[in-house]
């Protein structure tokens, strides 16, 4: 590193009061700054904070051609205290880093995140509204930025962190999925772990066509279609009976944060745990014996989005109304834990 | 489309006499002028072409986080005349569109790529450098812009053009490939028969693996790994005895141009050819007695590229040194073909 002290240059004026918050459509509108950090001749540059703004790359710059660009998804929360928190952000690093990786992009430095991260949310804090469900949604994300066609890893990349402030994610309306028995959104040793930006852009198609048959997302399966996966871009859950089973982590599964934050809060409520392949056969069976009790999907973004519906095939599966399902009581706990409303035993919450 | 003609706008004096094309590294110099035509609100917007100069992008755009992004490879080549020819453009027509309805993109109207390409070509023609193994790459790209993080497929594009001038794409340098027994490019129902910016940054963290141990590229196995499939970033033919082999195109395999020249060509001159999967069994089996003699890639960048050894898992085969082999004799037929020298009966090339 050439210098790891901050760069920091301050917008005149804050354009927050005048945003209409309640009114915004997520991911359109940033706070006043973004932070950036650029890697070039071997190393990372000194990192620099400015007003947000637009970049400018050369046409042939790699990140357009050969797609090295992987991100994070985080928030940050408001207390009724007026402090403001962040979740497991260590966790956040580390897999920007195991992106990089399997990319062959190179690692952020542990410094440059955090610092970076604190520094910006400290000086844009005024974005994180309180009110539970309330946020600042934060976006690190690495691509290459080197010019030249040259399929080859670039030598040149840019890191960032933008923020924009976010409501709910899934605004209200059921969420029903459907199982793929075609499409995967990751190959055995490919690059289903990472985020990727790839991988987004590959689940998309996929994603409109189950829309076009009614539901909202598709279930990911296996290569052989047998084991199921993801849930759109969530990781995802099943109570099967009393008992919740979800995926192991693997080359094609993305290590969630909410994920096995979730696993952590169900067994700690003694409820039982099954983190192992989970086949199209059981669910579909455990559904039609009405034994399928719910189904969640778990991330960052969404938090615990409870699936209403799951479709197989020909088959359609309406999922039952629960009292006290598993998914609002773990969403609970986890919010809780997040806005600093009960004792953070874990210690995943750090104060900015 | 509002207006389908071109907004020109030129350089007021090119840069062509000042740039020595012979100390030039691939893919860092680019000619004059640059196309491009935008998508928003719905349709494409009127075609530009400009001086050559850098984009600017909100750091929120699609393509830095959810990898929207496809590219085409083409060569433009001058004859002995002065003429200059293009070879099977509508095939990268094509190609982009399957790769622009895979990763959720809008199509491109045909009359605004070749509109585009052609008019781009006759600007920058003298970039289009006289000689055989000269030409000029020619590099068709459409990428998502619009800002916004939210995880859906994006409402503005950009689709571009851009052209550098290329003398050999491996220069020297045998070339010896390792066949993959873990890492894969694509996943049954992924997007591997696209040209997905993502699936080149996917791919370049295995062929590093490969190059440790002294190969220069991978050939990538099915989900088994047990059928070949492609070789780096090229189709790839075996020829067992007088036999040639490749695998048949699908949807985690590239629909090459050239590969399919090749085969065109090779069937034409006697060459028994076997369009079916290539089992590593039945390769490395071969190569244990002798009777694997050739292997070579395909590709627009690299045309044709012979394959001096293979490696599977502790074996290593080096391949025979043949007096008239296959790969020479079907590269010196297809440069023939693009470079005027020879009748081209196929109706492949067009005059610029």
Chains 1, 2 share one sequence.
Not at 140 to 148: C, D, M, S
Request: hydrophobic fraction near 40%; aromatic fraction near 12%.
């Amino acid at each position: 590193m050439i210098n790891t002290a901050i760069n920091i240059s301050k917008v005149s004026e804050s354009k927050f009061t005048s945003i209409d918050l309640d009114n915004v459509t997520f991911g359109t509108i940033y706070t006043d700054h973004m932070f950036f950090c650029d890697f070039k001749d071997g190393e990372w540059q000194q990192p620099q904070i400015t007003p947000y703004q637009p970049l400018q790359l050369d046409p042939s710059a790699r990140v357009f051609h050969y797609g090295q660009a992987a991100f994070e998804g985080m928030k940050a929360y408001k207390d009724e205290h007026g402090d403001a928190w962040i979740f497991r952000p260590e966790e956040n690093w580390k897999r920007i880093n195991f992106s990089a990786r399997r990319l062959a992009m190179p690692e952020v430095p542990e410094e440059v995140f955090m610092n970076g991260l604190k520094t910006l949310l400290e000086m844009d804090k005024q974005w994180i509204v309180p009110g539970k469900g309330n946020s600042l949604y934060i976006r690190p994300f690495l691509f290459a930025t080197e010019a030249g066609v040259s399929a080859a890893p670039a030598a040149e990349y840019k890191f960032m962190i933008i923020c924009t402030p976010v409501q709910a994610y899934y605004k209200g309306g059921e969420v029903k999925v459907k199982i793929s028995d075609y499409f995967s959104r990751a190959a055995n040793g490919g690059v289903g772990a990472t985020k990727a930006a790839g991988n987004y852009a590959a689940s998309f198609y996929p994603t409109n066509k189950v829309k076009e048959e009614g539901y909202q997302q598709i279930i990911w399966t296996n290569s052989t279609h047998e084991y199921l996966e993801e849930a759109g871009t969530m990781n995802v859950f099943f109570r099967i009976g009393d008992k919740l089973l979800t995926a192991p982590t693997d080359d094609r599964i993305l290590d969630g944060v909410t994920r096995k934050s979730l696993i952590q809060l169900a067994k700690d409520e003694g409820i039982e745990v099954e983190v192992r392949k989970v086949s199209v056969k059981e669910v579909t069976e455990a559904a039609r014996k009405g034994e399928l009790k719910e189904v969640f999907g778990a991330g960052t973004a969404a938090v615990v989005v409870p699936i209403t519906g799951v479709g197989y095939q020909d088959e359609h599966f309406d999922l039952p109304k629960l009292d006290n399902p598993y998914s609002t009581m773990l969403k609970e706990k986890l919010l809780n834990i997040q806005y600093n409303i009960t004792e953070d035993k874990y210690n995943w919450t750090q104060k900015i």
